[in-house]
């Protein structure tokens, strides 16, 4: 057993729905035609770690994404970061990490899972660089699982990381950076 992937998409994007944004913004279409989630979705999958997605329940186009590609979800009714990470660990208690994304990252490749993954294997915790700003998702190995489980609310696992500081993993790519709040970063990133 590895590290594998929980994808956090039980979020209800008000943000975006705020700043003009159509709906549900994992449902939104980047300039290549694929929604948000679905791009998210593929990268995880590519790297050939484990996947497990943590969704809302009033989001359908979610759970028919994950049901038509077999890949196992969890629906969480809060739309809290800290609980969705809660509900994934609690939900894969076997694996020997944790690689939390946020299932509005769509542009972050198969490769920086797999080095987060690999990472894991010698540190608490792995978090992604890019020029010295901290990116996601963020990695935690076996020895964070009580503290993961412990998590709620908005703040996600910051206190996880303040106890367990994780290695800086650089790298030259700003898609650990970017991610969609609003309409606009549909088509830039957020950066």
Same mark, same amino acid.
């Not at 994007?13 to 929604?35: E, Q, T, V, Y």
């Given at each position: 057993?590895?590290?594998?992937?929980?994808?956090?998409?039980?979020?209800?994007?008000?943000?975006?729905? !705020?700043?003009?944004?159509?709906?549900?913004?994992?449902?939104?279409?980047?300039?290549?035609?694929?929604?948000?989630?679905?791009?998210?979705?593929?990268?995880?999958?590519? !790297?050939?770690?484990?996947?497990?997605?943590?969704?809302?329940?009033?989001?359908?186009?979610?759970?028919?994404?994950?049901?038509?590609?077999?890949?196992?979800?969890?629906?969480? !009714?809060?739309?809290?970061?800290?609980? !969705?990470?809660?509900?994934?660990?609690?939900?894969?208690?076997?694996? =020997?990490?944790?690689?939390?994304?946020?299932?509005?990252?769509?542009?972050?490749?198969? &490769?920086?899972?797999?080095?987060? &993954?690999?990472?894991?294997?010698?540190?608490?915790?792995?978090?992604?660089?890019?020029?010295?700003?901290?990116?996601?998702?963020?990695?935690?190995?076996?020895?964070?699982?009580?503290?993961?489980?412990?998590?709620?609310? &908005?703040?996600?696992?910051?206190?996880? =990381?303040?106890?367990?500081?994780?290695?800086? =993993?650089?790298?030259?790519?700003?898609?650990?950076?970017?991610?969609?709040?609003?309409?606009?970063?549909?088509?830039?990133?957020?950066?």
């Amino acid at each position: 057993m590895s590290a594998g992937i929980i994808i956090c998409a039980a979020g209800m994007g008000l943000r975006f729905i !705020s700043a003009g944004g159509d709906g549900l913004k994992l449902n939104a279409k980047l300039p290549d035609g694929m929604s948000v989630f679905e791009q998210s979705l593929d990268h995880a999958r590519a !790297s050939g770690l484990p996947v497990l997605v943590i969704t809302h329940p009033q989001h359908e186009s979610v759970i028919e994404i994950c049901s038509a590609a077999n890949v196992p979800y969890v629906t969480l !009714s809060s739309p809290s970061l800290g609980d !969705s990470i809660a509900c994934g660990v609690r939900s894969r208690p076997d694996w =020997l990490g944790w690689i939390i994304h946020l299932a509005d990252m769509p542009f972050i490749g198969a &490769e920086t899972f797999r080095q987060i &993954e690999n990472a894991l294997r010698h540190c608490p915790s792995v978090r992604p660089f890019f020029r010295e700003i901290p990116g996601h998702p963020v990695g935690f190995s076996k020895i964070c699982q009580p503290e993961l489980l412990s998590l709620q609310g &908005e703040n996600g696992a910051r206190k996880v =990381l303040t106890r367990f500081a994780p290695l800086q =993993l650089n790298v030259t790519t700003p898609d650990v950076l970017s991610d969609i709040d609003l309409p606009d970063h549909l088509i830039t990133g957020q950066l």
